[in-house]
Structure formats: C-alpha cells, structure tokens
C-alpha cells in the first residue's frame, strides 16, 4: 500500500513537498517513483530513485526543480517540488517497481503498486 500526501494549491514560483508511506512490502527492494496525470492528458512519468539512493532519474520538464529522495528506514519517498509552474497541475502519484532496469523506470506499466494520487494545482 502506497498512500500520499502533501498536496495543495500554490501559486507559480511556490515550492511543495510530497511524500508516499509504503506498506506492506519490502520498500528496500523495491525503486520508487513518481508520476503525474492532468486533465484530459495520460499519466506521465516525473522521477524515480533507485532501491539504494544510488541513482535518480527525472523527466526534462522537472530537472533541476524537482528532487525526489527516500528513507529506507522509515518506509517513505519523497518529491521536493521548487519552482512550481500552472503546467505542473496534476494528480501526482507514487509508484513502486521490483525488477526493472534503468532504461525502463519511465514505463508507468512496469511497475507494481500504486498510491491513489494527490493534488497539486499551481495557479498563475
């Protein structure tokens, strides 16, 4: 089980944290990520950190804003989200991926279990 929080609405320029407590499975076996989804538009893939921290991987359109982190020890991932823009509107979600490489961690289909989204509206 993946549940989030942290979501809101701020205006353009603002900056938010999201996070996601896991449950239920080894959370250190497993890479987490984050994705998001706007109206009318397909989930689209935002960041993913490896099971050790070792790695990140973000989308072009949140580089250098976004930082995603975990605490292995206490379960939880996280999404520090500078910089906000109107276009960042979405329902962001957490994800978690078992056996996966690199190259694929933008692949929403690969992975296995799901968080059900929290907003987050950036207003001009």
């Known amino acids: 089980q993946l549940v989030e929080s942290g979501g809101g609405l701020v205006q353009a320029g603002d900056s938010l944290r999201l996070s996601c407590a896991a449950r239920g499975f080894i959370f250190s076996s497993y890479g987490m990520g984050w994705f998001r989804q706007a109206p009318g538009k397909e989930r689209e893939f935002v960041a993913h950190v490896t099971r050790s921290s070792g790695s990140t991987t973000y989308a072009d359109s949140v580089k250098g804003r976004f930082t995603i982190s975990r605490d292995n020890t206490a379960s939880t991932v996280s999404l520090q989200m500078n910089s906000l823009k109107p276009e960042d509107t979405a329902v962001y979600y957490c994800?978690?991926?078992?056996?996966?490489?690199?190259?694929?961690?933008?692949?929403?289909?690969?992975?296995?279990?799901w968080g059900q989204g929290t907003q987050v509206t950036v207003s001009s």
């Open positions: 994800a978690a991926i078992r056996n996966y490489k690199l190259s694929e961690v933008t692949r929403r289909h690969e992975y296995n279990y």
